[in-house]
């Protein structure tokens, strides 16, 4: 019983540790390592080196190749004129449609701080419809994410990956609801505010130019349609857009400079040696047997919680999925991530909440009167979703 409590203690010293750190300013990569050492070094000493170990596998190098091929692809096609053209011609469509649409597909392409890319494309057409700073910020931010818990780009879907030992797939056939309620609650509270806007001005594109889209399309099909790893399948889709678009060398060159980002290589690895460490430690055990009876609350708050915390869109994987993995299955999987993206939501640390906030010159106390209703809605729309289904 005492070596449980430490190792608890242990585990919440550790994440008090990536918290503290990342408010402080320190690199994310550096704060969970630092997490990672202390955990490991206090809790499993010499075997340490053996959740090192562990990591030096073909599953690692999977989900590293996942997120190298991803972040290349979604930056080769962030400089391709095409994805200018495309915002244009959903504005060319209706501004009121495209304040939505336009974060939406942006999201598709996730980046670190991204909704401040999608602030500075949207804002021409939330300036014709007259919208107020902080209902700019909550639409911009809000549609941005509704992709989180679903499109095999983002970081958390890499990472669960891993930890959870699933296909891209198998994921999405439990969150694709979380995305739905995201949407459905947003034009829920989006709606009245665009009503009652008239815009003054309409932009001119050429609506097909929606065809440019179909890099994500083809990426849809060969991530959750077909038996194809997603490394292969992003892989696939990038030469498919090469020899389509024909980028320039520095254009690629670009794209692999930002792809082989080391912090981002680096969280990957130390988030799996973490997990490793934690399955070693038999931590998840001790929290199944501590929480007995709460598993719903568990698998909800504690993703949630590292979430509001962190405000790191993907630490809710990386750091809750490890400790709560024995109650990870069926419809907990999907209220795991539901807590993970309603901490994303609402956490004020969150850079895409401050920087889109920050473009639009908004105070957060603000936006928060539409990013609260927003997220509860979309956690009573999943609940009530897993209670039937």
Known sequence: MVWENLVLLVF??????????????????????????IYSVLVLGPKTVESILATLSFDTLNTLLSLVFAMFL????????VSNDVVKALESLSPRAASILVPMLLGLIPMPGGAYISATMVDPVHRSLGL????????????????AATWPLYQAII????????????????T?????????????ISYPLLKRRSYNERTTGDHRKLVHLWPFAVLAVLALATPLPLPVAVLVTIIF??????PSKQHLRKALIYALNPTFIA?????????????????AEILVGKLSGLDILAVVLIPFSIMIATGVEFTFVALAFPAILPLLHGHNITLA???????????PSHACLVLSANYFKSPLKKVYRYTIPATVLTMIIVVIYTLIV
Do not use: C, D, Q
């Open 337 to 347: 991530f539901l807590g993970g993206v309603a901490g994303a939501m609402l956490s």
């Open 267 to 283: 969280l990957i690895t130390v988030s799996l040696m973490f997990s490793n460490s934690i399955k070693i430690s038999g931590l």
């Open 159 to 174: 990472l669960a990956r891993a930890i959870l030992n699933k296909s891209v797939s198998e994921i999405f056939s439990y």
């Open 132 to 147: 107020a700073a902080e209902e700019k910020t909550f639409i911009n931010f809000w549609f941005r994410h509704i992709w």
């Open 12 to 37: 919440v010293l550790s994440i008090l540790v990536v918290i503290f750190s990342i408010s402080k300013g320190l690199n994310i990569a550096v704060a969970l390592t630092l997490a990672f050492i």
């Open 176 to 188: 694709w609801i979380i995305t739905i309620a995201m949407v459905l609650a947003g034009y829920i």
């Open 241 to 246: 857009m090469v020899a389509v678009y024909r």
């Open 74 to 81: 979604a930056e080769l096609y962030k400089g391709l004129e």
